[in-house]
């Protein structure tokens, strides 16, 4: 039986992403070889990273003067680095919101670069929320926010309005509902949550604001090198990109990111209206900032745990647990996650 794929990341993929990733490993564009010992130079690889670039600039609704398009290698986590490298000034200071493990990361590394200015936090209730109406000073060289927390599941519905760059990991929802891609200045995302494999990261750089840090950067670090040279200074994932390549061609295949975000938006309300109807079951984030890909829950009656995971299991629902910091449940519904699966977890929800 075929499992259902809750996994928080590395997660599902679309089943037609898996069948063509799977028979170019095997023969590529009938090359008579695989993807994966082909140079990265080929006319057959630049095809692959140019068409995922194009697929990108065009699902979020950008434009290729401003913006470059480049997958980097080290996850979101080296972006952590990488933004503070690039855009933080020798002597500058970057704003911070906190909304959780990820954000706190970001700030723990980009405090080796400089100045951190924690602006807001959710801490003090366990990230179970999204702070609001936080008041962005014009001091900072660049305000730095995680749109959807993956182990809290929480996800902002509006950013805060600011003169000052915007810097956001996506990681775990990028392309999941419409947004304004133009009010931010760097989004990062490592693949592997909603637009593909572990192995590549998706950064979209606003050009007009590099070389402004006065640093100096190693080159892998550079966002200027790695523009100049086509995210391929060195070798990069082929596989990884290639794969998101597919899911992106996919997901514009699918209607885009609008009709996307129709389907995300039925998954998640058939999960949370169970939540809430089932006496069961609680919701673990605040209401209004309920993430529509990550949805946390906790049993009411911890005795219930055994009896549901042991239904849950029978049902073929893979990976709900919780994160190690928060416990309880997540059902991570990313992209790739037919309503169907949802609707099975529904069903043994109820049958507890
Ligand atoms: C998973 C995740 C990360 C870390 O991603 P890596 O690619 O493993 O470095 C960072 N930010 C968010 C929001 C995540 O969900």
């Known amino acids: 039986m075929k499992k259902h ?37 080929s006319a057959d690889f630049t095809q692959v990273i140019n068409k995922a670039k194009a697929l990108v600039l065009e699902l979020a609704n950008l434009n290729g003067d401003d ?11 080296t972006q952590f680095i990488m933004t503070a490298y690039n855009l933080l000034p020798i002597g500058g200071k970057a704003g911070f919101v ?34 609001k109406n936080v008041i962005i000073p014009n001091d900072i060289a660049y305000l730095h926010l995680t749109s959807n927390n993956t182990i809290y599941g929480t996800q902002y519905t509006a950013y805060p309005n600011t003169e000052v760059p915007v810097v956001v990991d996506m990681s775990s929802d990028i392309f999941s509902k419409k947004v304004d891609f133009s009010q931010f200045d760097v989004i990062y995302a490592g693949a592997q949550k909603n637009i593909g494999a572990a192995g590549t990261t998706l950064v979209i750089v606003k050009k ?39 899911y992106l061609q996919w997901l514009k295949d699918l209607g885009g990111v609008e009709a996307v975000e ?25 209401k209004e900032d309920r993430s529509l890909m990550n949805v946390t829950f906790n ?33 991570s519904i990313y992209n790739a996650m037919p309503i169907e699966s949802v609707q099975v977890l529904v069903d043994v929800m109820k049958s507890l």
Do not use: C
Request: aromatic share 10%; net charge positive.
């Open 5 to 41: 794929n809750f996994s928080a990341g590395p997660s599902i993929l679309p089943d037609e992403v898996m069948q063509q990733a799977a028979k170019a490993i095997l023969n590529f564009n009938n090359l008579d070889l695989s993807l994966i010992e082909i140079s990265h130079r």
């Open 262 to 286: 129709k389907l995300n938006r039925a998954k998640a309300k058939i999960l949370y209206d169970e939540i809430d109807r089932n006496p069961n079951f609680i919701g673990y984030a605040n």
């Open 208 to 246: 007009s604001l590099l070389g402004k840090s006065g640093r100096t950067i190693p080159s892998m670090m550079n966002y200027q090198v790695q523009i100049d040279k086509s995210s391929m200074f060195n070798t990069p994932s082929v596989f990884s990109i290639y794969v998101s390549m597919l």
């Open 299 to 331: 049993l009411v009656d911890d005795r219930k745990k055994e009896r549901f995971e042991q239904l849950a299991k029978a049902a073929g629902v893979h990976a709900i647990n919780g994160h190690r910091s928060v416990g309880g449940y997540r059902a």
């Open 67 to 77: 913006y470059e398009v480049l997958f980097q290698h080290g996850g979101a986590s």
């Open 98 to 131: 906190d909304t959780g493990t990820w954000s706190s990361k970001a700030i723990k590394e980009t405090k080796i670069f400089g100045e951190v200015n924690t602006l807001a936090s959710s801490k003090d209730q366990g990230y179970k929320y999204i702070p």
